[in-house]
Structure formats: C-alpha cells, structure tokens
C-alpha cells in the first residue's frame, strides 16, 4: 500500500508542494534535452544522406571538445581556435569519407555501423594519445559565453536558471533553424534530400556522392563542435562526454532516424522525463542513478507500441 | 603439397556432413587440441595463463554466444557485458547459499538464470527490428548493471558493492579462489570451453543453425518457408545468453577472482562484440581468432617495444591499443568483412592447390 | 554449351495427399478485395484453380497479380470476399502458417537466403518436417545427423531433378540469376506443397534457361501432381505451359478460360494494347 502509494501519488504531489523546484526540474530536463537533441541531430543528418548510423557522433563531439581546448592551451586565442578546430573537423569528415565509407559504399547497414564504431575507437584512442586522458575544463568565458544566472523568484521559491545554460539552449535553437533552414531552401541542402530518399537517382542527376558525403559529415561536424562546447561548459571536457552518445539512441529511436523535428521533439521528451523520474521517483524509491537507463527504458516500451517511433514513417514490408 | 585434397572422395551423405570432410582439417585440429592442451601448459608461465591463456578461453566463449545471436541469427546485441554478469552473480549466489554444490554444477546452472534474462528482453524482436533491436539490449545493459550496484542482497550487502571469489575445492583440488592454481584453473575452463563449442558447433551445423541464418538473411523468406520467427529469435537469445552467462561465471570465478558492477559496463560489452566482429562473424573458431587478437594486442604493445630498446609509457601503449583495434575494425570490415575465418579458410585454400597459383 | 540431356526424371517421394481429387477445385477465390489505404490492389476477384492443373495468372503490370498471390499465401488479408482451399474456408492465416496447409511460392526478386549455400536453401524448405530438438542437436551424432541425412536425401533428388547438384555447396549469392530462379524453386518443392505458386519464374533468363524451366514446370506438375498457379510475362510459355488462364487488369478480372479462349478475349487484347476502357 505504501509502494503504490509512494509510486502513485506522491511523486505528484510533491511536484505540486514545491512548484520552484519542479521548474528547476523541468528547466534542467530542457537543457539536457537540448543537448541530446544536438547530438541526435548529427545521427540525423549523417543517415539521412548516407543510411549510416554514425555511432562515432559522441566521440566526434568529445574531439572537437578537446581540439578546440588543446589549441587555446597552446596559447591560440579563442576567435582564431574556432575556425581551425572547424578546419580539423573538415579533415576528419574528407579522411572519414575515403578511408571508411568509399571502400564500403554497398555494403549492408550493419557493416557501416560497426565501421563507425572502429572510427569511435580510433578517435578515442587518438584523442587520448593527442591531448592526454585528464579532464579538461571549457574556454566559456574566451568564447564570450556568459556565466552568470539568473534568479527568478515564482511564487515565493527560487529559481536559478545559468545564463550558459541559456546561451545554450538559445544556440542550439538558433544551430536547428540554419539547418532547417539549409536543408530545406539551399541547393546543397536539396542535393541532401535527395541523396537520402534515392542514391542511385540522385547520382543520376549529378550528385557528386563523395562531395555530399564529406559536407555532411563535416556539418555533422560543426554541430559535434557546438555541442561539445556547450555541454563542455557545463560538465567538463572529458572522455565521459562521449557516454551521452549513448543516449541519443532511444531520442533516435522515439524520433525516427530520419526526422530532424523527431530528433528535436524526442530529445527534450527524453531530457525532460528522465530529470522527473529521477528526482521524483528515482531517488526516493530507488536510490537514484535511475538516468543511465530510464531514456533506454521509456524507448523500449514506445517501441514496443509503435515500432517505427513516434514519429518514424510505418514500415510496409513489400515483397 | 600440404593440403592435397584430391582422393578424398565422400561416398555417403554421413561422410560430407562429417565436420572435416578433408582429413588434414582433422590433424590440424588434433594438434591444436595437443597444443591447448599439453603442450601450453607445460610450458606457459603464471604470467601467461593469467594474462593471455585464460582470458583468451574466456572471452572466446562469450563471443561465440555473441556470435550465435547476432552472427547466426542476426539480432544485434549490444548487451552482453551485463548478460556475463548476470550469469556470474547467479553463480555467486547459488555458491554463497549452497556452499556444498560443485562449481561445474553451480557454473551450468547460472548460465539458466542469464538464458531466461536474455530472453526476456530478446522478447521484443518480434515487433522491433534492425537497429532498433539495439536499444532493447542496451536497456538491458544499462539497466542491469544499476541493477548490480543497487540490490545489495546480490553482492550478500558487501560494504563494497563487490563480490569476492572464496576458495572453492573439487575433488580436493582448489579450483577457485585465491589459492586455485593458475594451472588448474586453465584447465577448468579449458574443459568447459572445449565442452560448449563443441555444443555450439553442433547447433550451428543442423537444422537449427540454418533456422538463425534464414530468419538472418531474410526474415519474410524465413517465414514463408515455415519458420516461426518468434521462436527462433528466442531460441537465439536463450541458448547465445546461456553461453555468455557460464563465459560470466567463468570470467569472474576462474579468472578475475572478484568482480564490481562496472565490470560488466557496455566497454566489456564492446569488447566482446569487437572480437566477434574481427573473429568473423557467423563462425565458430573464429572467435578464438578474434579473442587471441584483442588479448594479446595490450600485451605485445607492452612487451615489444620493450624489447626493442625503445619502452612507451603503459598510459600510451593503451592508447594505441585501442587506437588499433579501431583501425582493424575498419581494416577488417572493408577488407574481410568475414573476418579471421574467412582469412584461414583464404589461406586453407590457397594451401590446397598450392604450389599452383590457382 | 549443349542443350543438357533431358531423362525422364520419376521421383521417389510422390506429392502430398490433400483429398482433393485430380480435377476438383483446390482453391477458390470469391469475390475477394483487396485495399492498401485507398489503392484497391484487387477488386472483388473470383476465379478457381482445379487440382492438377497449371493455371496462369496474367495482366498488365500493377494488375494485381503479385498482390494476389501474396492473398493466396497468407501474407495479405483481404478484407472482403472468401477463399476456400481444399474444401475449407480459410480464415485469415499468419505467413508461417501456409507451409502447414501445402502452400509454397517463388518470388519475383528471388527470395533465398544469400548467406547459405544451395544445398542450405532447399534444406530450410524441410524445416516443418525436421523435428529433432536442441538436445539432439547439441549431440549432433544419433537422431539427429539420421533426420538430416534422411531429408537430404529427399532434397537431393530435386537437387538431382533441377540439375543444381555442381552448385549445391555454392553460396547462392554467387550464382548467376537463373540457378539462382531455379533453386528458389529448389525450395519450394521441397516443402512438397499441394499448391505450388510461382512469381514470374522466367523473369531475365534466356530462351534456353526458359526452356529448361518451362520443363522443370511440366514435370512438377505431371510427375508429382502438384497443382501450379504462375504469374508470367512471356505470351509464349503462357501458352504453352498453362491449361486455364485468367487475365487481371487495374485489379479486376478480364478473362478467365483456356489460353485459345483468353487469347481471342477482345478486352484482353485491348489491356494488352493500352486501349482505354
């Protein structure tokens, strides 16, 4: 009786008691979910064009992390280490492009995948070869990002919201609308598209495919690089970045591979419902910890309801 | 020279379905049992059972169970780090609660508990396909190893959360436990492993094995010619989580000694995976293959350059350790996406007709 | 290369019993409709096929003829009309479940099992019949190893009859499109079905590959019984082979009779020819 109570009833009514908090909750879920949503965003865009589902995205947001921080160590000032971290982006996406998927252009689906997780190990162990295992801390202030917060006061409560946080959430708004926007109005955007529906027929108009391909990944790129900016700012650069990868799956899974509004809408889902299950009923009941497997948990059992994802096309098996 | 095949004629069905058909096959495999078996353990040093002899055996168990769910029947798997340790915390608890039971029995028992795990979050196959199946293994990774952490009564409320092999006698030998010797513990998992591939290799061959690689190669196809793809893929997930489940045990009783919840997080079950992957996937021996690459890697990264005069510190050989084993991955994938395996049978063939080129 | 000798092939294994006499109808389909969303594939459908026969289905593409194969064998529901197979009135029925009722059919784009080789492929065709559980398989040696030598030798006299026996250890991913056609039918035979269903088994071969499989059709269906309904292009085999056509066209039936009748049918031709109507 008290189980069923204390999973039932409780949890809402503390939500209800302590509406400050909620919102902190909610504003934290938001912004993990944001974060998440970028990542998947990258899973999007590289199998959308290409049907590969790049599993090094995480490792790729931890590179570019750690490029751009190792640079500024160096002494290279913040304005000019962007652009040179984007450039080392760009190598990696032509170096990605000949050595791993021109060789396996027709290959099965399952073969490309475990081809990126060879990348991620060698970009793992590169990276760590490079610019040494330690954590690192995020250039926030070189890059202009504010940091301080901003304290409001609903009700009689508190809430703290870090302008980071906010520069954050307001960015990767901003990083979603010039990629809809690109994607949708642009003619290499269109080459994308099209690229993703049919490869054979876009090569019939005159799709370079190994052009398409290194644009992408290196999109792919710039996205990894804003995301390990922000999340760096907020967590530290460190290999353990490269575990949040992990989440963007169940987002992908709930999204649709395909859809950038379902990458988007399943990853501030997934931020949001895992922050309320852990402070409501993770940590009370449980222990807490419950965010390692909650996100994997929840899209499971949408899957099992609709398999194609929320937002994922109906597959039709013809024969 | 070595590998005339010619006058080996089949005369019966029974002699083509013999697993060596060609009887230099069969002397190959008696020296390598010879090897395994008499030879290494003559010569090996404590060092070598601890860090390369076992562990190989081990890890190559678990890849085979890897291999026959997601090589043979083709359901990606991406779990098998927690399934291990499903399987050595239930041989931990049937030991602690039944101190008398013999740890072969105890060891073929918990492989049940990770059968009936796995299949259970095998159970979502039939809706759930490709890539998506992934994220029911991973839920099961992720959420088994809090499970580890957080249900004290597994690790009998230790204050540590980990679990610590105790000395366990057989016959009046130790075989586990601090004070096992690392001979008798080769052994031991020797004999199992010896055991269960040859099971694996039988499964693989008959009906059942060609069930997996028709719900595999064309699940539509599959069902049209009579299979039951439900029971199939379960059947896939019970008998591949068996195998990792007692590979489980194996690893934390007659190798490690000990275990903490984290060892069983998703790098072990990337580990397993890779060394599937490299070995071949949807063949038997080649997971020995693949395990002997990715144990010995580490070592030789240590050792050579050592040797050579020229040492790098532990913290970059790791590095380039995993550094390689991406390349080869990649290497292997677009080269012989077959693997190891399809490297021997290469080189078997070639060895059939040489000295003639082709 | 020399057209192969040709040997009047008798099989050992004789076709299924299904009570249904030679000449009775094995199969009926009433009335049957068929929708995808708002596309009727196939629009209230009635047509027989009597035991024994060779009956072929034809049409212009997107006729509906895939698609009705497909109702035939389980794999779609119709959502109106009946179909009563061997004196029953079937119900809606799950893919795996045709092999159990004597139905087995070839594909369009062929359907095998690429990673296993040719001998593989016609064997997973007797997977209903092998019954040897995990036990027996894990000892391999005993029940086990007796039941497959003894189905591998059912599936070597097809393998024998379709001259495939060269390419039987062959990955079917390597073979050329026309053994791969024939070993697809390879597999359906060995499900020893009562009604065989062939998708357009001529589809890309050349003249002497039609004629082999033009003669691998005939002896199916006169040394085993087998009752056959085609799906095929070639005007020619259709002719030749078949002892009752029906002719569907924008999902609805515009002939039906011997192919000398359907042959002179005026809205066949005028189908054919793309005239309006």
């Known amino acids: 009786m008290d189980l069923i109570h204390s999973i039932l009833v409780k949890p809402f009514t503390d939500m209800v008691a302590a509406p400050d908090f909620l919102l902190q909750v909610l504003w934290e879920g938001l912004v993990s979910g944001v974060l998440y949503a970028l990542i998947a965003l990258g899973f999007v865009l590289i199998y959308k064009s290409s049907r590969i589902f790049n599993f090094a995205q995480g490792i790729m947001v931890v590179f570019a992390a750690l490029t751009l921080v190792g640079l500024h160590e160096k002494g290279v000032p913040a304005w000019a280490a962007v652009p040179m971290t984007l450039g080392v982006m760009f190598i990696l996406a032509v170096a990605i492009e000949r050595v791993v998927l021109r060789p396996l252009v027709n290959q099965p689906d399952i073969i490309l995948f475990m081809a990126t997780i060879g990348i991620t190990l060698f970009l793992i162990g590169l990276g760590e070869l490079i610019f040494g295992g330690e954590n690192k801390v995020m250039i926030t202030q070189e890059l202009g990002i504010p940091t301080g917060s901003f304290a409001f006061k609903p009700g009689g409560g508190l809430l703290l919201i870090e302008q980071k946080d906010v520069t954050a959430v307001a960015g990767a708004g901003l990083l979603v609308v010039a990629l809809l926007l690109f994607l949708n109005y642009s003619k290499m955007g269109r080459a994308i598209r099209a690229l993703g529906d049919d490869h054979q027929a876009a090569l019939s108009v005159g799709i370079s495919l190994s052009a398409i391909w290194v644009l992408v990944w290196f999109i792919a790129g710039i996205i990894a690089l804003a995301t390990g900016i922000v999340w760096g700012a907020r967590a530290g650069v460190s290999f353990a970045l490269e575990v949040i990868a992990y989440k963007a799956l169940p987002v992908l899974m709930l999204g649709g591979l395909e859809s950038v509004s379902g990458a988007i809408i399943g990853g501030l889902m997934i931020g949001i419902l895992e922050k309320l299950f852990e402070i409501y009923w993770g940590q009370p009941l449980f222990g807490g910890n419950t965010e390692t497997w909650f996100a994997f948990v929840f899209a499971l059992i949408v899957l099992l309801f609709r398999p194609q994802g929320l937002f994922g096309e109906k597959i039709i098996e013809r024969v | ?358 | ?277």
């Open chain 2, 1 to 358: 020279m070595f590998y005339r095949t010619a006058g080996q004629y089949k005369s019966s069905y029974k002699a083509d379905h013999a697993l060596f058909p060609v009887k230099q096959d069969f002397w190959l495999l008696l020296v390598i049992l010879a090897i395994a078996w008499i030879v290494l353990p003559y010569f090996a040093t404590e060092f070598a059972f601890n860090a390369l002899l076992i562990p190989v055996l081990v890890y190559a168990l678990a890849a085979i169970g890897l291999n026959i769910l997601t090589g043979y029947a083709g359901q990606l798997s991406l779990g098998t780090g927690a399934f291990m340790g499903v399987g050595a915390y239930a041989c931990y608890k049937l030991i602690t609660i039944f101190p008398e039971l013999n740890l072969v029995v105890a060891i073929l028992l918990s492989g049940l508990f990770s059968a009936a795990v796995g299949a259970a979050f095998g159970l979502p196959s039939l809706r759930i396909k490709g890539f998506y199946l992934a994220i029911a293994t991973l839920a099961a990774q992720f959420f088994l190893v809090w499970l580890f952490e957080k249900w004290a009564w597994l690790y009998n409320y230790s204050n540590t959360g980990a679990i610590q092999v105790p000395n366990i006698d057989m016959f009046g030998i130790t075989v586990a436990g601090a004070q096992a010797s690392s001979i008798t513990r080769y052994y031991f998992v020797l004999a199992f492993v010896t055991l269960i591939t040859a099971v694996a290799i039988n499964i693989t061959r008959g009906r059942i094995g060609r069930i997996w690689k028709a719900t595999r190669d064309m699940d539509i196809a599959a069902e049209l010619v009579g299979i039951n793809l439900l029971k199939s893929k379960l059947l896939a997930f019970a008998v591949s989580s068996y195998i990792v489940g007692v590979s489980g045990a194996l690893f934390v009783f007659l190798w490690r000694g000990a275990a903490e919840p984290n060892l069983f997080d998703i790098p072990l079950s990337f580990r397993v995976l890779f060394i599937a992957i490299i070995g071949g996937l949807g063949s038997i021996m080649g997971n020995y293959l693949g395990a002997l690459l990715i144990v010995a890697l580490p070592v030789l990264l240590n050792i050579i350059p050592e040797m050579l005069g020229v040492p790098i510190p532990s913290a970059t050989a790791e590095h380039l350790n995993v550094m390689i084993i991406g390349a080869l991955i990649i290497f292997f994938l677009v080269v012989e996406p077959h693997g190891l395996a399809r490297f021997w049978q290469v080189i078997r063939e070639k060895l059939i007709i040489w000295p003639f080129p082709h």
């Open chain 3, 1 to 277: 290369m020399n057209a192969p000798v040709r040997h009047e092939h008798s099989f050992a294994f004789s076709g299924e019993d299904d009570g249904i006499a030679p000449g009775e109808t094995l199969l009926d389909i009433r009335d049957v409709t068929l929708s995808f969303g708002g596309v009727r594939a196939i629009n209230h459908i009635s047509f027989d096929v009597l035991k024994g026969e060779i009956r072929a289905i034809i049409g212009p593409n997107g006729a509906g003829k895939t698609s009705m194969l497909n109702v035939i064998n389980g794999f779609y529901t119709p959502q109106e009309g009946k179909i009563i197979f061997r004196g029953k009135e079937r119900k809606s029925m799950k893919p795996h479940e045709a092999v159990g009722q004597g139905i087995a059919r070839t594909f369009q784009n062929v359907a095998l099992f690429k990673g296993m080789s040719t001998l593989d492929n016609i064997m997973t065709g007797r997977s209903t019949r092998m019954k040897r559980n995990l036990f027996w398989q894990a000892l391999w040696h005993g029940p086990a190893l007796d039941e497959e030598i003894e189905h591998r030798e059912r599936v070597e006299e097809i393998i024998d009859f379709l001259e495939i026996a060269h390419i039987r250890h062959t990955p079917v991913g390597k073979l050329p499109y026309g053994l791969q056609k024939r070993v697809e039918l390879g597999r359906a035979l060995a499900m020893q079905p009562s009604l065989l269903l062939l998708d357009e088994p001529m589809a890309g071969m050349n003249l002497e590959e039609k004629e082999d499989m033009s003669r691998f059709i005939l002896d199916v269906n006169q040394q085993l019984g087998t009752t056959i309904a085609l799906i095929e292009h070639d005007m020619g085999v259709v002719m030749d082979l078949s002892d009752r056509v029906v002719v569907l066209d924008y999902g609805r039936k515009i002939g039906d009779g011997t192919p000398d009748v359907v042959r002179n049918n005026k809205d066949v031709i005028d189908a054919y020819l793309g005239v309006a109507h």
